[in-house]
């Protein structure tokens, strides 16, 4: 038998006979209702949607991240593995039902899931037990609830609050790098000054922000020679003939917004623009909108000074984002190659296409 429930039987039966003046679920929330609610179908109206569909959204957005951090929680403590679709499919469905008969919107819920794992719930059937007791309680047990103190429902909160968290963490934060721990920081002291929902929506905020500044640290534009090849001996550029006009840049990482930048950085250093530009994009594994509009708007600027620009070695997402929005088809095809060695044979035949002089047809 879990100790919480033993300690809550105890007390609140010490409550009902002594009569002790304390808070109890009765004198501060006048009870629990006997029965069920009867179903009741809202009434529509565009302007109710109109008000409710952005705080709706937020809720819903909120109850998803709260709701899968709890079931995180929980694999933690259980070492377990959730499933995330069935976790939202299931929130999803009970938080449309529930306003049918009175409810409103609820999240899967850190203090009662680590309060049942803490009291030996390892499997779904906790959850059926739980709510299972839960109807007994307000369909036979309601009117011995409301003498249910409310001081010993703090104390089996406070004792899960301690067993729960993971208190060695803050003796690590010293060897974490600096962006992690105040995040960690910031998350912890909101959720103690404020609530955990401020809490969840500012260290999701301060965790994205800090996401997109490491990818777009570790994105790189460089200019590659044979003095600064990296690359193995099937795409180096060591031994090649690099034609006279020819620049090669190489990215590498992920071609997102907080990287595009760069690009345009890298190019602004040149002296001169070269006749032809290779961009070698092998180790781009991915690309977004904002990258693709760099891509087109440097392939627009060198085709306006007559200048050409050729992609090296694009990769699979990229390569179809730039066919999707028609970007290949504007840079033509066959400028677009699959290794270093056909880039540069593209490069002189652009080359020696513009040193060769239209030919006049004769009188």
Known sequence: MPGSIVALVLATIAVALFRLPVETIGSRFGGI???????????????????LFHPALTIALLAAIES?????????MIDDQHDSNQELLAQGIANIVSPLFGGIAVTGAIARTAT???CGARTPIAGIIHAVTLLVIILVAAPLAK????ATLSAVLINVALNMGEWHNFSRLPKWPRSD????????????????????????????????KRV????????????????????????????EGVMIYRIFGSFFFGAADKL???LKRLKQEPDVLILRMRKVLAMDATGLNALEDLYERLRSRHKHLVLS?????????MDKAGFLDRLGRENVCADIDEALARSRAILSAEATPPTRPLA
């Open 33 to 51: 209702p006997s029965g069920l609610p009867a179903p009741h179908w809202p009434t529509f109206s565009w302007d109710h949607i109109h008000d």
């Open 68 to 76: 899968l951090l709890c079931a995180v929680v929980a694999d933690g």
């Open 116 to 118: 049942s794992i803490k």
């Open 147 to 150: 003498f249910i103190p409310l």
């Open 181 to 212: 721990a105040v995040v960690f920081l910031a998350t912890f002291s909101l959720t103690v000054i404020i609530d955990l929902t401020v809490a969840v929506e500012t260290g999701m905020v301060l965790a994205a922000m800090l996401f997109i």
């Open 216 to 243: 777009a640290d570790t994105t790189q534009i460089t200019a590659v020679d044979e003095s600064t090849e990296t690359e193995g001996a099937h795409h180096s550029l060591i031994g090649k003939d690099i034609p």
């Open 264 to 266: 345009e950085s890298a």
């Open 313 to 321: 070695g694009p990769h699979t997402q990229p390569l179809f984002m």
